[in-house]
T-cell receptor, first 114, second 115 residues
Framework: AQSVTQLGSHVSVSEGALVLLRCNYSSSVPPYLFWYVQYPNQGLQLLLK??????LVKGINGFEAEFKKSETSFHLTKPSAHMSDAAEYFCAVTARGSQGNLIFGKGTKLSVKP | GAGVSQTPSNKVTEKGKYVELRCDPISGHTALYWYRQSLGQGPEFLIYFQGTGAADDSGLPNDRFFAVRPEGSVSTLKIQRTERGDSAVYLCASSLGVSSTDTQYFGPGTRLTVL
């Protein structure tokens, strides 16, 4: 069975600092990988996804993530945090060839200090 | 354009009551998913529709939960004899196609509280 682990339920960074949110998956076959962001009182919004091809994926709002098969990881980064990045971030996977139901991690709440 | 909408945004009910939660997907989207998000957890899959039929209902926790999508558009999640443990945010998502690479667009959710 597939699973997703997000290290750190809360991450706090200063404005302008590097953002690093960790995600590891467990799957016998590399899945498709997603990062979603949830702002307060809003629905989940897709930041980026990896399906095939280049392992470094660029998303919206300056975020990017790199698929590392050897480490079974898909960490999310942003070089310089902005106050508007404060939100909850979810890593998710779905099995290749499946109907697409997503398996989510527990989420990481990002706080950005001025 | 219009995104996925869910009504009501909040629902408070008493233990043992019946509730219906509605999802309006993006027009033309074939696939529709329901997830449940408990406090402090990520969303958990409940059921998936491809068109009108429930293609996978393996995530429904028990037979008190049922969902329909009679015309392949709007979907209703129905919960009978609600229990306090059913309290959660119920999320609906839709995608244009049925591939696992298709982006799922989420609604804002319905927060269900069972007293």
């Amino acid at each position: 069975a597939q699973s997703v682990t997000q290290l750190g339920s809360h991450v706090s960074v200063s404005e302008g600092a590097l953002v690093l949110l960790r995600c590891n998956y467990s799957s016998s076959v590399p899945p498709y990988l997603f990062w979603y962001v949830q702002y307060p009182n809003q629905g989940l919004q897709l930041l980026l996804k990896y399906t095939t091809g280049a392992t470094l994926v660029k998303g919206i709002n300056g975020f990017e993530a790199e698929f590392k098969k050897s480490e079974t990881s898909f960490h999310l980064t942003k070089p310089s945090a902005h106050m508007s990045d404060a939100a909850e971030y979810f890593c998710a996977v779905t099995a290749r060839g499946s109907q697409g139901n997503l398996i989510f991690g527990k989420g990481t709440k990002l706080s950005v200090k001025p | 354009g219009a995104g996925v909408s869910q009504t009501p945004s909040n629902k408070v009910t008493e233990k043992g009551k019946y509730v219906e939660l509605r999802c309006d997907p993006i027009s033309g989207h074939t696939a529709l998913y329901w997830y449940r998000q408990s406090l402090g957890q990520g969303p958990e899959f409940l059921i998936y529709f491809q068109g009108t039929g429930a293609a996978d209902d393996s995530g429904l926790p028990n037979d008190r939960f049922f969902a329909v999508r009679p015309e392949g558009s709007v979907s209703t999640l129905k919960i009978q004899r609600t229990e306090r443990g059913d309290s959660a945010v119920y999320l609906c998502a839709s995608s244009l196609g049925v591939s696992s690479t298709d982006t799922q667009y989420f609604g804002p959710g319905t927060r269900l509280t069972v007293l």
